[in-house]
C-alpha cells in the first residue's frame, strides 16, 4: 500500500512501489484524463504535476510520487469552473482529437505556475509535448490567452 495525495484526496492504492505512477493514477484510481502515450517520458501525454512541477507520470514510480501533492487534468477545475488554461483550451479552440491535450494543459499550468509571463523562447522550451494532428499553434495562441486571462 502506497499513500498518495491526488487532488487534494489523500487515496491509498495498493500496488507494488515501482508501479508507474500512470497506471495507479488510471488503473487503481480511475482517473483516465491521464493518458498512457510513449511510455519512456517522451511524449508528455501522461503530464500531471507533481508539487506544482509538470511530471511524465509514466516515469515515476508510484514509491518516488508518495506523499507528495499530485495534481491531474480531473483537479484543475475549482468549484465547476475551469482552471484558466482550460477556458483558454475552449476559448482557442485548441484540440482535434485531444488525446495529448490534457498532458498538454498540465505542462503549460506547470509553466505558468513558475514564469506567469513566459516568452515564446520559455514556452518553446517548456512544452516538449507531443501532439500528432499538429495544433502546436493553437496550443501557443491558447497559452497567450491564459496569460491574459
Not at 503530464?47 to 507528495?68: H, M, S
Amino acid at each position: 500500500m502506497a499513500g498518495l495525495l491526488v487532488n487534494g484526496r489523500d487515496i491509498e492504492v495498493d500496488v507494488e512501489p515501482d508501479t508507474p505512477l500512470l497506471w495507479a493514477i488510471r488503473e487503481n484510481l480511475g482517473l483516465t484524463g491521464v493518458k498512457y502515450g510513449c511510455g519512456i517520458g517522451a511524449c508528455g501525454a501522461c503530464t500531471v504535476l507533481i508539487d506544482g512541477a509538470a511530471a511524465r507520470a509514466c516515469t515515476v514510480t508510484v514509491a518516488d510520487a508518495a506523499g507528495r501533492k499530485i495534481t491531474t487534468i480531473e483537479g484543475l477545475a475549482d468549484k465547476g469552473m475551469l482552471h484558466r488554461v482550460q477556458q483558454a483550451w475552449v476559448d482557442v479552440d485548441v484540440p482535434q482529437c485531444g488525446y495529448c491535450q490534457t498532458g498538454m494543459i498540465m505542462a503549460v499550468v506547470a509553466l505558468l505556475n513558475e514564469k506567469p509571463q513566459p516568452s515564446d523562447a520559455d514556452i518553446d522550451a517548456a512544452i516538449t509535448n507531443i501532439c500528432r494532428c499538429g495544433t502546436f499553434q493553437q496550443v501557443r495562441a491558447a497559452i497567450h490567452a491564459a496569460i491574459k486571462a
